[in-house]
């Protein structure tokens, strides 16, 4: 197959992928009680546009990066999972005006997902690793997690905060778009939350940049900034088909090569901004 270009891939990527997040209209939800719970518009029509937005990757190499004014200074911040901001601002910022979160963080105790302030600023988007059909009576029955149940807790606890879960049609379309750039098979799981807000993040900024998802000089085993935890394969993959998300995005990149090497930044256009 021939191998795209990054604007051909930048096109791809904006014809072919949907960002939408669940409503109370769809099935089977329209005929559940809980489905009020839902906002009753998809998460592209509440939010934005924004002018610049940053990524913020949860990778050990942000740790003494010295990131944290760069990172603020954008109009919007995304962050993943139980990425904290207390303690590490030099380094990472402490703006979060979006939360993405996958269904394990909502489920696990240690994440006192239900308690722990960490999850009660900004906006929250939720997802879960759907079956590949994408087919929603078919996931609503047999989630990853207990994603539904965590979700209607939350939301009893915490009614005013806008919170959104992600049509599962979204994290698969992703993931074809991968597929069809690889010469190889990709192993079928979602891509991970990186790469899905990376997306999520170019349908709503005129411009992205990404943090420390390809890594800079800092490079290290470190998994996460804010955990003492070795493993080289949080930066590499394992479930997710992390490596090949990677090397998507340095093909799209528009910024330099010197960037990622000295600020672990990738620079995309948002979808907007994409003439196809
Ligand atoms: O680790 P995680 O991701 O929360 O990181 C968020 C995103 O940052 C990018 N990353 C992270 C570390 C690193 N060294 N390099 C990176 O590029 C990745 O793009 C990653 O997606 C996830 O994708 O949701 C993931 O979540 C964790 C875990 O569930 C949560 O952190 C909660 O503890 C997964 N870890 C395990 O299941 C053990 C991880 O595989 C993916």
Redesign the pocket.
């Known amino acids: 197959r021939p191998k795209l270009s990054g604007p051909e891939l930048l096109c791809q990527l904006k014809d072919k992928v949907e960002v939408t997040t669940l409503t109370p209209d769809l099935q089977p939800f329209s005929s559940l009680p809980w489905a009020t719970q839902l906002p009753p518009k998809s998460l592209t029509a509440d939010l934005g546009p924004y002018k610049s937005c940053a990524v913020v990757?949860?990778?050990?190499s942000l740790r003494y990066s010295g990131l944290g004014k760069e990172i603020d200074s954008h109009d919007a911040v995304l962050r993943?999972?139980?990425?904290p901001t207390t303690g590490y601002e030099k380094d990472v910022g402490s703006k979060t005006t979006i939360r993405l979160i996958?269904s394990?963080?909502m489920a696990s105790d240690d994440?006192r997902f239900l308690s722990s302030s960490l999850y009660s600023s900004g906006v929250l988007v939720a997802w879960d690793p759907a079956p590949f059909s994408a087919d929603l009576t078919q996931w609503y029955n047999r989630t990853d997690y207990p994603i539904f149940i965590q979700y209607q807790r939350y939301r009893r606890l915490h009614p005013l905060q806008p919170f959104y879960i992600l049509h599962p049609r979204f994290e698969w379309q992703v993931w074809q778009r991968i597929q069809d750039n690889m010469a190889e098979p990709i192993q079928r799981n979602p891509p991970?939350?990186?790469?899905l807000g990376t997306v999520l993040m170019m349908s709503l900024c005129e411009v992205v940049h990404v943090y420390e998802?390809l890594p800079s000089r800092r490079k290290t085993e470190l998994?996460?900034y804010y955990q003492r935890f070795y493993d080289a394969a949080?930066?590499l993959g394992a479930?997710?088909p992390?490596l090949y998300e990677k090397n998507l995005v340095k093909r799209m990149n528009q910024g330099s090569d010197r960037d990622i090497f000295t600020h672990g930044r990738i620079t995309l256009p948002g979808f907007s901004k994409v003439n196809c």
Request: glycine fraction near 8%; aromatic fraction near 16%.
């Open positions: 990757s949860s990778a050990g993943f999972n139980a990425a996958n394990q963080v994440h991970s939350s990186g790469f998802f998994c996460h949080c930066t479930y997710h992390l």
